[in-house]
Nanobody, 131 residues
Framework: LQLVESGGGSVQPGGSLRLSCAAS???????????IAWFRQAPGKEREGVAC???????????KYAESVKGRFVISRDDAENRAYLSMNSLEPEDTGVYFC???????????????????WGRGTLVTVSS
């Protein structure tokens, strides 16, 4: 079972990045990925939830965002490609950290930004926002 993040890098304040999370083919074939989320961990701080998206058959889920990123970040998923994305705009130095993709087979109407709710994790990709 593998989730692999990519797209991190260094950017100036106000810039944009798009992170990608790819699920291994085996994972996509054998596991119903109900919820995908992005978490981040800044230097010296605890890991925090950034955004999550879930899907319920015939209904659709409501994406959830941390207050600090609302209006700036957008989470999306492409199930046909077994990928999820985090589009980050108007980046601030406080957004610096290692960003992790996480997933669970459980679907929610409103997904939880709770790392204890996630079963599968990537190794992370570093985002640095600095002038």
């Amino acid at each position: 079972l593998q989730l692999v993040e990519s797209g991190g890098g260094s950017v100036q304040p106000g810039g944009s990045l798009r992170l990608s999370c790819a699920a291994s083919k085996d994972m996509a074939d054998h596991y119903n990925i109900g919820t995908i989320a992005w978490f981040r961990q800044a230097p010296g701080k605890e890991r925090e939830g950034v955004a999550c998206t879930s899907h319920l058959a015939g209904i659709g889920g409501v994406p959830k965002y941390a207050e600090s990123v609302k209006g700036r970040f957008v989470i999306s998923r492409d199930d046909a490609e077994n990928r999820a994305y985090l589009s980050m705009n108007s980046l601030e130095p406080e957004d610096t950290g290692v960003y992790f993709c996480a997933a669970t087979e459980i679907s929610y109407y409103t997904c939880p930004l709770d790392d204890h709710a996630m079963s599968y994790w990537g190794r992370g990709t570093l985002v640095t926002v600095s002038s």
